[in-house]
């Protein structure tokens, strides 16, 4: 257990919904990821969340959004979705902003677009 | 390098043999190296990291060892078991530029009891 903490596990909804997914870091940590895994993509890094600001983005597309709250819990927002955005997304943390410092994942929310 | 997808290798060893499990990345600008280990169902966790200025790094039963020249990784895993059955893959990272956060496509380990 990494003692990251995502919610919920699973998520079946339909296209052109709106979701949102859950992570609570590591107590201590000051630094949140999120990252999508799909079948044909792989993991992806989509955005990093330092200390409640906007750190670092990746491949996130612009119907996608996060933030990061002053309980240091973050929420990622998925819009419009579409069928191509099933997948799983992981959230993940670190003690600081910086790249060097080890990473611990969530268990993953499962994103199902019917 | 950069994720592509994804039809994984299988590396298949028996219990006690050394693996080794290689990775090519993109691009000689990457500065930074993490080796991840997958188990199915669950989150990745990190196993071994190198930054650039190394050509080796070794942890408990692991070792990477970088090439630049040929931009490749290696992640050897010595006397394999059966938990280390996973799938692992690389990252490449620029540190210098957040954006640059790159993860192979990976390579499935099964070890044989």
């Known amino acids: 257990d990494s003692g990251v903490t995502q919610t919920p596990k699973h998520l079946i909804t339909a296209t052109g919904q709106r979701v949102t997914l859950r992570c609570s870091p590591r107590?201590?940590?000051?630094?949140v990821y999120w990252y999508q895994q799909s079948l044909d993509q792989g993991l992806q890094f989509l955005i990093q969340?330092?200390?409640?600001?906007?750190?670092a983005k990746g491949n996130i597309l612009e119907r996608f959004s996060a933030q990061q709250f002053p309980d240091l819990h973050s929420e990622l927002n998925l819009s419009s979705l579409e069928l191509g955005d099933s997948a799983l997304y992981f959230c993940?943390?670190?003690?600081?902003?910086?790249?060097?410092?080890?990473?611990?994942f969530g268990p993953g929310t499962r994103l199902t677009v019917l | 390098g950069e994720s592509v997808g994804l039809h994984l290798p299988t590396l298949s060893v028996q219990e006690g043999d050394n693996s080794i499990i290689n990775c090519a990345y993109s691009?000689?600008?990457?500065?930074?190296f993490i080796w991840y280990k997958q188990e199915s169902g669950k989150g990745p966790q990190f196993i071994i990291d190198?930054?650039?200025?190394?050509d080796k790094r070794q942890g408990q039963r692991v070792t990477v060892l970088l090439n630049k020249t040929v931009k490749h990784l290696s992640l050897q895993i010595a006397a394999t078991q059966p938990g280390d059955s996973a799938v692992y893959f690389c990252?490449?990272?620029?540190?210098?530029?957040?954006?640059?956060?790159?993860f192979g496509s990976g390579t499935k380990l099964n070890v044989k009891p």
């Open positions: 993940a943390s670190s003690v600081e902003g910086d790249l060097y410092n080890e990473q611990f």
């Open positions: 107590s201590g940590d000051l630094s």
């Open positions: 969340y330092y200390n409640g600001e906007e750190r």
């Open positions: 990252a490449e990272i620029r540190t210098y530029n957040f954006n640059k956060f790159y």
């Open positions: 190198i930054r650039s200025n190394m």
């Open positions: 691009n000689s600008a990457s500065d930074y």
